[in-house]
């Protein structure tokens, strides 16, 4: 924390990235399924049935997601911008195989601060096997308890606990496997998250009452024309963040597109400016105010932001271009080394043999002892750093040193031995 901080072009494009995929979850995702979550268990769709109940629970799924993920790679992206490195929070939890490898993808720093402070030390998995299952369910009452005093917080906790406990029953080694096979891993992503989204009706609804009316309307069908285009916008915004967790997680990065071209990333930051700036959710919000006033809001920090990546980028797209000169310079680099190695004394006492290497090797960090280990025995080498020398100008040989009139930064003076 302490140590002093360089820019670093690249490591700020990935922040910026990190700013828009996180505006990206928030405002596009977040709050738009959060206009679906609001009017299902609101009740502006009617009664709890069926399909109001499923539309609910799955925009509210996808709404908790996009705020939570949104909101820590917003801070991330922030704080990488100014030179730090924060852990990721969100690891694609909807593509867990398991109640244990959703808590390792979801909400990471909780679900760890859960782990050390509450569960291994109430006695983890030493003090037996009936033991293990009371600690996992008192972990997860709490945990429950840790996000508000209401007993819907509680349940939600208890049916995560009874989940881990079932778990760790039936596995060999206390820890669930994956799938081998692709229909095995979907089967059990589409299983776990229908039963995380179960438990999102307790977290969602304040009381036990309205939740329980939530669940029980799963057994009552109907059907109304609202319902469908309801279920379009809800298709739509949930498979944007579904497609863009699907290619972390194939790509197993921090970063979205991180192994692709970076014309690749350049583009996926204009569409996610242009995404946030035009179809970003105007809700209500307290303070009185106004959906025009946040669209306004919404479009400059978008702006802003547009700008930051495009200055990110032209130094990106710099920095590319240096690496790209002094990767050649290196190539060169390697090429005289080779050279300098082969040349041998034309006598044993002739002081007329003499080495020149250019300053390419003080500004790529060569070592001077490795240096001098390489050319002995052969060489007596000593070097005379001359000062305010252009990092392309090195030469090697007399000849070329004095004709061309350049000035390197290393000298390397090379006698043979015994003189």
Request: with cysteine; proline share 4%.
């Amino acid at each position: 924390m302490q140590r002093p901080r360089k820019w670093d072009p690249a490591k700020a494009f990935d922040g910026l990235v990190l700013i828009l995929e996180g505006l990206f979850r928030k405002v596009v995702i977040a709050d738009n399924c959060a206009l679906l979550a609001n009017a299902a268990f609101g009740g502006h769709f009617g009664t709890p049935n069926t399909i109001t109940v499923l539309i609910g629970t799955y925009a509210f799924a996808w709404q908790i997601y996009g705020d939570f993920s949104g909101y820590s790679s917003i801070a991330r992206g922030s704080a990488q911008l100014l030179g730090f490195h924060f852990m990721v929070n969100f690891c694609q939890p909807y593509f867990a195989q398991s109640l244990q490898d959703f808590w390792r993808r979801w909400h990471i720093s909780l679900s760890t601060w859960l782990r050390d402070y509450l569960y291994i030390g109430l006695g983890g998995n030493r003090l037996g096997k009936l033991r293990t299952y009371i600690n996992l369910m008192l972990t997860m009452l709490l945990g429950g308890l840790w996000h508000g005093a209401n007993w819907t917080f509680v349940v939600w906790g208890g049916i995560h606990g009874v989940g881990l406990a079932i778990e760790r029953l039936f596995s060999r080694q206390g820890d669930v496997s994956d799938s081998p096979t692709f229909l095995g891993r979907w089967a059990r992503r589409v299983f776990i998250f229908h039963l995380v989204c179960l438990s999102w009706i307790f977290f969602r609804i304040p009381t036990f009452r309205g939740a329980w009316e939530q669940v029980t309307g799963l057994a009552h069908w109907h059907w109304a024309p609202d319902y469908g285009i309801a279920i379009q916008f809800l298709a739509v915004y949930a498979l944007l963040l579904f497609l863009l967790d699907l290619q972390i997680e194939h790509s197993k990065g921090e970063y979205l597109f991180e192994l692709q071209p970076y014309t690749v990333r350049v583009a996926a930051g204009f569409a996610l400016c242009a995404l946030i700036t035009l179809i970003g959710a105007n809700q209500a919000v307290p303070f009185s105010t106004s959906s025009s006033e946040i669209r306004a809001a919404t479009r400059a920090i978008a702006l802003l932001l547009t700008g930051l990546f495009l200055y990110s980028a032209g130094l990106e797209v710099v920095t590319r271009r240096d690496l790209s000169r002094i990767s050649r310079i290196q190539r060169r680099i390697h090429e005289d080394l080779s050279a300098a190695k082969s040349i041998a004394p034309r006598a044993k006492n002739d002081p007329s043999t003499m080495l020149v290497v250019g300053s390419s090797l003080l500004l790529t960090g060569v070592d001077r002892a490795s240096l001098k280990k390489e050319l002995a025995p052969n060489f007596l080498v000593t070097l005379l750093p001359i000062e305010n020398t252009q990092f392309e100008d090195w030469y090697f040989g007399l000849r070329r040193l004095f004709a061309e009139g350049s000035r390197p930064s290393i000298v390397v003076l090379s006698y043979p031995r015994g003189r």
